[in-house]
């Protein structure tokens, strides 16, 4: 395998320190898992690691070169995420605080996979991130389209786990936030920091 796809090690540690590392996708996955439990954030790691992994694939087929011809387009993408995370962000802020028990919160309203895999769709920062996969990693020999299907599926396989760490630390978390003060402060903690990465990916960016 490493013979015929020299940079699969490379690209393995780069999937791995992009997955792992603080963002708002694993913020959002962390505050899910403390408010709802481990099972219940299981749609929300799927769908943004399925919708990740599809983007690199779409992007190895030369779909996305037609988002680095179109700026208007780009920054269309990336306001309408940084308004749908910053929305999010408050939601999780003002969250009640009497809802840390799976069994309790159940049937309450929360981010699920359509919500994960959409962000990633209407994040320029995720296409960009893909781009670069493809134009680093990828070989420009016949091979091509097979390094890209399994750039694609390395992205998943590797991405999927990291996030489920968070989603554990999360509901690790849950048995430390039964009090009314202890909640309170976890949801306005996890708002602010959502918001904060959020914003901070857009001042990055500029």
């Known amino acids: 395998m490493l013979s015929t796809f ?3 090690l490379p690209f393995m540690l780069f999937a791995f320190v992009a997955s792992i590392t603080p963002g708002p996708t694993n913020i959002l996955v962390l505050s899910n898992s403390a408010r709802h439990g481990f099972k ?8 943004a690691c399925a919708s990740a992994a ?3 694939l779409l992007v190895g ?6 988002l ?7 920054n269309a993408m990336q306001w309408l995420g940084v308004t749908w995370l910053s929305y999010l962000a408050w939601h999780i802020y003002h969250s009640a605080t009497d809802t840390f028990d799976p069994d309790v919160s159940g049937n309450q309203k929360r981010p699920g996979l359509l919500t994960a895999a959409g962000l990633q769709w209407i994040n320029p ?9 493809i134009g680093v990693f990828a070989s420009n020999g016949s091979d091509r389209l097979h390094h890209v299907l399994l750039l694609s599926f390395v992205f998943f396989a590797i991405a999927l786990p ?6 554990l630390l999360g509901s690790s978390i849950n ?4 009090s009314t003060k202890a909640s309170k402060y976890f949801n306005r903690s996890m708002g602010l920091l959502l918001a904060g990465s959020t914003w901070l990916s857009v001042w990055i960016g500029q």
Request: with cysteine.
């Open 54 to 56: 599809i983007i690199v």
């Open 175 to 178: 048995k430390r936030l039964r």
């Open 68 to 74: 680095k011809q179109i700026p208007l387009l780009q």
């Open 61 to 66: 087929y030369g779909l996305g070169e037609s």
């Open 40 to 47: 219940a954030t299981l749609p929300i790691l799927f769908g």
């Open 125 to 133: 920062k995720t296409w960009m991130m893909a781009m670069a996969v």
């Open 162 to 167: 990291c996030m489920a760490a968070w989603a």
């Open 6 to 8: 020299p940079t699969l």
